[in-house]
């Protein structure tokens, strides 16, 4: 790209990278014609300028807004940077806001906890009964106050209205921080923010209607897009459970609600009928009747829900959560009949050794939620460095139409080293002691050798856990292993830790999709290696069968969609937390018989020189060198 071409697209730096190039003039082009571009595009291409750039031009031009859509923290500075630089180099008079989690945002007491519905449901009543006084102080009569109105242009002249100022303003004034982010938001050209505020649909209605903007007027750029289907799957899924059931009950009666606790006690009942004939653990479909038909003959069906929805009410204003309300959502979301969806019911053991009946109202299909939004908009813009096959997400995702695009990596492959060691699996059926044993082996063997830090990821924290124990005893080096809940702070000071081992070496046990997977940078001088421990396959459950069932009615593609692709992402998603910038060198190494076979290697990307071997050892020694 010459560089009055570059500069034309407003692009915020000097130069552009190789590779960059051409993805910046595909996104341009897709934003030019009002079309969609699925694109795969790897670590190290700079996709968050090359995605903003051209955007901003053409939303400045026809007065469109862009929403730039990711789940991290981290990017969301990332894309506030960019945008300022951007602003600088080219003298722009616009601005950007950035919008995380509404619960985030709340200066409330003890609201951190909630889940997203009783926080709606406790922020909504705080509102409606007048007590949040920092919404009384943003809000007079739907309209800004006076001291926000000011806040808002104090916010605009500062030129900083990012998320941690906006908190520090509200907060100085005690103001709402959403409220004076949506205010905020009103004016602003660029607005980013998490994936619900587009792609739930009560959620998206709300903001759009509050900052009044319009789908049919915006860019939507979707960053990390590999996580959108499950993202819109999980958000448009519903549960419930003899326990959650049991807790609202008492709920009902603490508030003398003899009708709704004899509600719930016949529904505890049906729910724990329809799983008398599961062996524990196990799990069965179930129909709607089979829930609810009972009650609906028995009881004023509607009229119990409706007394349901006030008593709710009343208790999150006292205690912020509900269990009645848990239950109403449920039994709201298990009315609707629409296809792509699964009725699961399952028999589990608490950790307190009692059964318990779970019964899951599962969404199997995203392009149920995302294909409005898809239509709707301007242009969209869905990448990340693991959209592979760009096909596959653009029939899950439900695109009438859209342009696919892969680019290769911008670094030397020469700097990388990928090994396939075809021995040991975590195949559920060859799990044990033995398996446990040579994986640590393995893995032991590998480390000791790597001259720096290195990261091991496993399926799961049972498979993490059970191959620490024999790989302790055989590292050279500090072991550092990851726990299923860290809070922010334990996470940062986790990693802080980790990276102060670069010369000497230690070895991070963590696990796919958990905290340090994904969305953590770890730069060459701070990570050699990457271990990838088995294929993070869905366990061959009831929703996995229905999710590989629709698919193949849909598209023929049932394993791959609905299984095998979406696993392999993951791990090579984990597999790039090793090489993150031009200099860096460093093994990849994928400890699985499976990714040797011809249905599994066909799933790496076509450009990967991949070393199969078991002679590991002198691979790693001379490629760094030794």
Request: aromatic share 10%; glycine share 6%; proline share 4%.
């Amino acid at each position: 790209m010459a560089d009055d071409e570059f500069e034309e697209v407003f692009f915020p730096y000097d130069s552009v990278r190789p590779i960059q190039d051409e993805l910046i003039r595909k996104i341009k082009d897709t934003v030019l014609g009002k079309q969609n571009l699925v694109v795969h595009a790897p670590t190290g291409l700079g996709k968050t300028a090359a995605a903003l750039a051209p955007s901003i031009r053409e939303a400045l031009k026809h007065d469109l807004t862009v929403f730039f859509l990711t789940s991290r923290h981290t990017q969301h500075k990332l894309a506030m940077e960019t945008v300022r630089h951007i602003k600088d180099r080219h003298t722009l008079d616009f601005f950007a806001v950035d919008i995380i989690g509404k619960k985030w945002l709340c200066l409330q007491p003890n609201v951190t906890n909630l889940n997203a519905r009783d926080f709606s449901s406790f922020c909504k009543n705080m509102r409606e009964d007048d007590i949040c006084e920092f919404y009384m102080n943003t809000r007079q009569k739907g309209e800004a106050s006076k001291i926000a109105s000011e806040a808002v242009v104090s916010l605009k002249k500062s030129g900083d209205t990012s998320t941690a100022n906006i908190m520090e303003v509200a907060r100085k004034n005690k103001l709402c921080p959403y409220e004076l982010a949506l205010l905020v938001a009103k004016e602003a050209q660029v607005i980013i923010g998490d994936y619900y505020y587009v792609f739930h649909p009560s959620i998206r209605e709300s903001f759009m209607k509050r900052c009044g903007k319009e789908l049919s007027k915006s860019i939507i750029i979707i960053d990390e897009g590999h996580n959108l289907p499950d993202r819109i799957k999980d958000l448009s899924s519903f549960r419930t459970s003899t326990f959650v059931v049991s807790r609202a009950m008492e709920e009902a009666r603490k508030n003398n609600k003899e009708d709704i606790a004899s509600f719930l006690e016949s529904l505890s009942r049906k729910l724990v009928s329809c799983g008398e004939d599961i062996r524990l653990p196990g799990e069965r479909y179930v129909s709607r009747e089979e829930v609810v038909g009972g009650l609906r003959e028995e009881y004023d069906y509607e009229e119990m829900l409706s007394s349901m929805e006030f008593l709710s009410g009343l208790i999150r204003e006292e205690q912020h959560q509900s269990y009645v309300g848990a239950v109403l959502d449920f039994l709201l979301s298990w009315e609707d009949e629409a296809e792509g969806y699964a009725r699961i019911l399952s028999k589990v053991q608490s950790l307190r050794g009692e059964e318990v009946i779970v019964v899951q109202h599962r969404c199997l299909d995203p392009a149920i939620v995302a294909r409005e939004v898809l239509r709707s908009a301007y242009s969209t813009i869905l990448m990340s460095g693991t959209l592979n096959p760009t096909g596959m997400y653009r029939e899950v995702l439900g695109f009438d139409s859209a342009e696919e695009a892969s680019f290769k990596s911008p670094f030397p492959e020469k700097n990388k080293l990928n090994i396939i060691i075809p021995k040991t699996s975590t195949k559920y059926e060859t799990r044990g002691e033995n398996q446990y044993r040579e994986m640590a082996d393995i893995i032991s063997r590998i480390t000791n050798i790597i001259p720096g830090n290195s990261a091991v990821f496993f399926p799961s924290y049972f498979l993490k856990d059970e191959v620490e124990k024999f790989f302790s005893k055989l590292s050279d080096k500090t072991v550092f292993s990851e726990r299923p809940k860290f809070t922010k702070q334990e996470k940062l000071d986790f990693l802080e830790s980790f990276k102060k081992y670069k010369d000497s070496g230690a070895v991070l046990f963590g696990v796919i999709s958990g905290n340090f997977s994904e969305g953590v940078d770890l730069p060459g001088d701070l990570l050699k290696c990457v271990v990838i421990v088995g294929l993070p396959l869905q366990r061959p459950d009831l929703e996995t069968e229905s999710l590989i069932k629709y698919y193949d009615e849909k598209f023929k593609k049932g394993w791959d969609y609905g299984y095998l692709l979406p696993a392999f992402n993951k791990a090579l998603q984990s597999a790039g937390r090793c090489i993150r910038t031009e200099t860096d060198k460093g093994v990849i190494v994928f400890l699985d018989e499976r990714y040797a076979w011809k249905n599994y290697f066909r799933c790496f990307p076509a450009n990967w020189d991949i070393k199969i071997t078991l002679l590991f050892e002198r691979l790693i020694r001379d490629f760094f060198g030794k």
